[in-house]
């Protein structure tokens, strides 16, 4: 399946800290068909540092999708019954209007005069392209780790727009811990002699910045388990210790190259936003309880999360689907279980593909037995 990325511009967009931002670009793949009620259409969403290349062979780059296990035809979310699509989300820089967008203001990039953005700005934007397409009702909103939090968002800000989410890996807020693994990533980006306060465009990016940046996040995406597994003590190279402070370990080779690749595809000031965005995240705001927030969501509920995950640990995952229970909302939840960590809802992908395709089966069914909505006329064409 060959895809490519395809945009839509808005005018402008009210954004969560009283700023608008106008206009707005959003990059954006579909796949599969949408059918003559526009009752199967599903969106995806992507985790912090994806974009709109969810599945498929991408025509520009020859890449598969991020979730290209889980997007297709017999797939998981499967393209021969579903309509799916990926939007790259406000605040990146794969697309979607950032920072190292054109700041029609000043014909330069935004930089750090960008505006601070939340989840509710990002699922705003959401929305606005959901819309755009005619879609009334949404199947299902489903994503993992950031994407996990937008799909709460979504139930509870249009809880009358989705008839089902499928929060993965996720949480309703952000902890202390998550919190400060994410300013850790923001200081050594910031810390990098070539920031420049955020005006680097045109010149030296940040990159040993970004780069240490990437390489803590990776840590707390895998498992003791699976490092011990992947990497152990191996040396890298050599059979005795080096006695210096190059690489001696696979570990600090993976690590750093992991971090180097990130360079070439990610944003520096893109991280400093979207994490701070991660770091707001907290559903209740100002509603008082989990309870409280969660109390007019009319959708269907799968939460999925994951043993060895401790950067999302299950009991956050626990913590909604009680809330949802208390207000006797339909809500499956499955921990399964894996050694990948915090990874393992791109990696593992087996036992996740047979409860989540049973679930969008038993949600599709009931919508048609309840009968379905109006069409509201063709998708319109976007260059």
């Not at 309509?83 to 930089?111: D, Q």
């Not at 996720?170 to 005006?199: C, K, L």
């Not at 087996?350 to 037995?369: C, D, K, M, W, Y």
């Amino acid at each position: 399946m060959i895809v490519e990325t395809r945009y839509v511009r808005f005018d402008s967009l009210p954004l969560d800290c009283g700023a608008t931002l106008a206009p707005v670009d959003v990059a954006y793949e579909t796949y599969g068909e949408l059918n003559a009620d526009k009752s199967n259409a599903i969106l995806i969403l992507h985790a912090f540092t994806g974009d709109a290349h969810a599945a498929g062979i991408s025509r520009e780059t020859g890449q598969p999708g991020w979730w290209d296990s889980m997007i297709g035809p017999g797939k998981a979310f499967d393209t021969d019954k579903y309509f799916v699509m990926c939007t790259n989300v406000l605040g990146g820089c794969r697309g979607t209007t950032g920072p190292s967008s054109i700041n029609p203001a000043t014909g330069k990039p935004y930089a750090l005069e960008f505006p601070v953005i939340t989840q509710a700005d990002m699922v705003r934007l959401q929305k606005k392209f959901v819309d755009y397409l005619g879609i009334e009702r949404l199947l299902a909103v489903a994503g993992g780790s950031m994407g996990a939090m937008q799909a709460l968002q979504w139930a509870v800000d249009y809880p009358d727009a989705i008839a089902s989410a499928i929060p993965i890996a996720g949480t309703w807020r952000h902890s202390a811990q998550q919190i400060a693994f994410n300013e850790v990533g923001r200081q050594a980006i910031m810390a990098d002699p070539d920031w420049n306060e955020g005006n680097y465009y045109g010149g030296r990016p940040p990159a040993r910045g970004l780069a240490v940046a990437r390489m803590i996040g990776h840590i707390t995406y895998m498992s003791d388990e699976s490092m011990r597994e992947k990497f152990g003590r191996r040396l890298r190279g050599k059979e005795s210790f080096g006695f210096h402070f190059d690489i001696d370990f696979e570990v600090e080779s993976y690590l750093r190259y992991r971090g180097t690749k990130f360079v070439d595809r990610f944003d520096a000031n893109s991280y400093l936003y979207i994490t701070k965005a991660m770091d707001y995240f907290d559903i209740t705001n100002g509603r008082g309880s989990l309870v409280a927030a969660l109390e007019k969501v009319t959708a269907r509920f799968l939460v999925i999360s994951f043993t060895s995950d401790w950067l999302y640990p299950s009991y956050q995952s626990q913590e909604i689907v009680n809330a949802l229970r208390s207000l006797n909302r339909d809500v499956t939840y499955c921990e399964l279980t894996s050694n990948y960590g915090h990874d393992a809802f791109l990696v593992d992908v087996a036992e996740q593909t047979e409860v989540v395709r049973g679930f969008l089966a038993s949600t599709f069914r009931e919508i048609q037995r309840r009968g379905t909505r109006r069409a509201i006329g063709p998708v319109p064409a976007v260059s």
